[in-house]
């Protein structure tokens, strides 16, 4: 198993960036691979980036391509995920997951809110 903890959303002006961290418990942290969910009011929540166990991989919703990175440590169990160039359709709950290969997205974090003011 293993448990996440997203840290650094808040509010940030039109233009500027964020970088969110999750940081997860357990030993086996790097047979995971990982995403970055977000919730906007009133939307269904939508993959907004992923990266595999080994980091080899990663993918980008076409919203975020071009302004978003993401990456893992896997000695700090840790994945960041910086956001440059925010507008205020980047706004909302911000979720960490982990999924083992093959299967579902079955560890959530709390999320983290994040605010892009116009």
């Known amino acids: 198993q293993v448990q996440l903890v997203e840290s650094g959303g808040g509010l940030v002006q039109a233009g500027g960036s964020l970088r969110l961290s999750c940081e997860a418990s357990?030993?086996?942290?790097?047979?995971?691979?990982l995403g970055w969910f977000r919730q906007a009011p009133g939307k269904e929540r939508e993959l907004v980036a992923f990266?595999?166990?080994?980091?080899?991989?990663?993918y980008y919703g076409d919203s975020v391509k071009g302004r978003f990175t993401i990456s893992r440590d896997n000695a700090k169990n840790t994945v960041p995920l910086q956001m440059n160039n925010l507008g205020p359709e980047d706004t909302g709950v911000y979720y960490c997951?982990?999924?083992?290969?093959?299967?579902?997205?079955?560890?959530w974090g709390q999320g983290t809110q994040v605010t892009v003011s116009s």
């Open positions: 997951a982990a999924r083992r290969a093959h299967m579902d997205f079955n560890y």
């Open positions: 357990g030993r086996t942290f790097s047979s995971y691979s």
């Open positions: 990266i595999s166990a080994t980091g080899g991989t990663t």
